[in-house]
């Protein structure tokens, strides 16, 4: 009995490392994520060019870089923003379209037809405390 416990133990001692947690500094991109990435595509149903932009959550009203400027046709903010988008730099009002995980897939023809995608040049988001 003595010679299965004192195995046991050598095994244990030999695999503890093998057993324990990954850190972060073995796995650098392991990290955790906070809300302020949004994955904007050029066409509806996340294809075409598609993008990952770092806006943050600060409610600052962001020009769309070129390539989506005017063509957002999908559109999807990390879990726990807001984000809208809007025709003009004034970031005011409820916004071309509202944005909360996991997006929206064609914004060509948003909420019931509408052409938000063709329309939208600026996006603005902030952090969502109440997001499903």
Same mark, same amino acid.
């Not at 909420?111 to 995608?117: E, K, T, V």
């Given at each position: ?18 057993? *324990?947690?990954?850190?972060? *500094?073995?796995?650098? *991109?392991?990290? *955790? ?5 949004? +994955? ?27 390539? +989506? ?17 809007f025709a003009d730099g004034s970031c005011t009002g409820s916004g071309l379209a509202i944005l909360t995980y996991p997006g929206e897939s064609n914004l060509y023809s948003y909420n019931g037809g509408q052409d938000a995608g063709h329309a939208a040049? +600026? ?10």
């Amino acid at each position: 009995m003595q010679s299965i416990l004192a195995i046991t133990i050598s095994l244990l001692s030999v695999l503890s490392p093998v057993l *324990a947690a990954p850190s972060s *500094a073995e796995h650098p *991109a392991l990290v *955790a994520r906070t809300p302020g990435n949004v +994955y904007v595509c050029t066409g509806s149903n996340w294809t075409n060019t598609c993008q990952v932009l770092s806006l943050g959550i600060s409610g600052t009203c962001t020009k769309l870089p070129s390539t +989506y400027d005017g063509h957002i046709g999908s559109a999807g903010p990390d879990q726990g923003a807001i984000c809208r988008l809007f025709a003009d730099g004034s970031c005011t009002g409820s916004g071309l379209a509202i944005l909360t995980y996991p997006g929206e897939s064609n914004l060509y023809s948003y909420n019931g037809g509408q052409d938000a995608g063709h329309a939208a040049h +600026y996006i603005q988001c902030r952090q969502c405390t109440n997001c499903v």
